[in-house]
């Protein structure tokens, strides 16, 4: 005899809901690795109890990578989907729109459409947009130029190290001479 088909709604029992969830979650991870190692594919997979605890599993490649490469990827999208020039040429600028719906909700005395306030909403949801996508675009330059700048840190006190091992070195072999360090 086959299995009762169940239903997917809320569980209200408390402790069943508890070790449902353990058990999905448990099952859904093991699929996350299947998936790994069947199609050599990079896995992230993070889920959140209803109580605030985070559960994670990550394929080979370190959970932090690839939730950097969506990031990037996501980052791109919403930038190729959203031409900020054409967009800001479209509806002018933010304080430009932030006037037209001020002026509206001032004529609000009078009538105003339901069609008139949604094409409203319409164009402060595009500009939100816009300005996001924008902000991401310039938080990533600003990591990238971050990561520059600590890896070449990272180089020039490596090269200080080794500036600091020779020097020790030579004043061992002749302490009348003392060398300045340099930075």
């Not at 996350?32 to 109580?51: E, F, P, W």
């Not at 791109?76 to 989907?81: E, G, P, T, V």
């Not at 816009?130 to 180089?155: F, G, H, I, P, W």
């Amino acid at each position: 005899m086959g299995r009762k088909k169940l239903e997917i709604k809320r569980i209200e029992n408390k402790s069943s809901r508890q070790v449902t969830f353990s058990k999905r979650r448990n099952g859904l991870i093991e699929k996350a690795r299947q998936l790994s190692v069947l199609c050599d594919a990079s896995v992230a997979l993070l889920v959140v109890s209803a109580s605030g605890k985070l559960y994670n599993f990550s394929s080979g490649d370190n959970l932090v990578k690839i939730l950097d490469r969506y990031g990037k990827q996501h980052a791109a999208d919403d930038l190729k989907a959203l031409d900020p020039q054409s967009e800001t040429l479209k509806y002018g600028s933010h304080h430009e729109l932030l006037e037209l719906v001020e002026s509206k909700l001032v004529e609000s005395n009078s009538d105003v459409s339901v069609d008139s306030l949604v094409q409203l909403e319409d164009h402060l949801e595009t500009a939100l947009s816009v300005t996001r996508a924008r902000k991401t675009e310039l938080m990533l330059k600003l990591v990238d130029s971050l990561k520059e700048k600590m890896e070449k840190n990272n180089l020039a006190g490596a090269e200080a190290d080794k500036t600091e091992m020779s020097l020790g070195i030579i004043s061992d072999i002749n302490r009348l001479v003392t060398l300045p360090l340099l930075y």
